[in-house]
Nanobody, 126 residues
Framework: QVQLMESGGGSVPAGGSLRLSCATS????????LGWFRQAPGAQREAVAV???????TYADSVKGRFTASQDNADRTLYLQMDALTPEDSATYYC????????????????????WGQGTQVSVSS
């Protein structure tokens, strides 16, 4: 069963922090790559961070040094710690799974993600 459910979004002032969570099913978690994406109104969806199954994260240049992606294997949850937020970070944030087995490929920002959560809204005021 495919299941990804984000939580933790909200409104914060610039410079603030938020921690997003993504609860997943066993099926969604058992894949070679999990990721966080965002989409602002009128903009294309962009990859924010991806995590391979060893927990190694790759980040978009726009969030390096400010965002930290992590995972908890015990409860199959992904996290995105977002610090030093700016208004440009305002978007709907999604977690996603490639849906392919652990041996299927290398995890990268350009990987194809088949399964998506419903998203959680992040708003950063100036």
């Amino acid at each position: 069963q495919v299941q990804l459910m984000e939580s933790g979004g909200g409104s914060v002032p610039a410079g603030g922090s938020l921690r997003l969570s993504c609860a997943t099913s066993q099926y969604s978690y058992s894949t070679f790559c999990l990721g966080w994406f965002r989409q602002a109104p009128g903009a294309q969806r962009e990859a924010v961070a991806v995590l391979d199954r060893d927990g190694v994260a790759t980040y978009a240049d726009s969030v390096k040094g400010r965002f930290t992606a992590s995972q908890d294997n015990a409860d199959r949850t992904l996290y995105l710690q977002m610090d030093a937020l700016t208004p440009e970070d305002s978007a709907t944030y999604y977690c996603a799974s490639t849906g392919l087995p652990l041996w299927a490929g290398a995890c990268a920002l350009g990987s194809v993600f088949a399964n998506w959560g419903q998203g959680t809204q992040v708003s950063v005021s100036s």
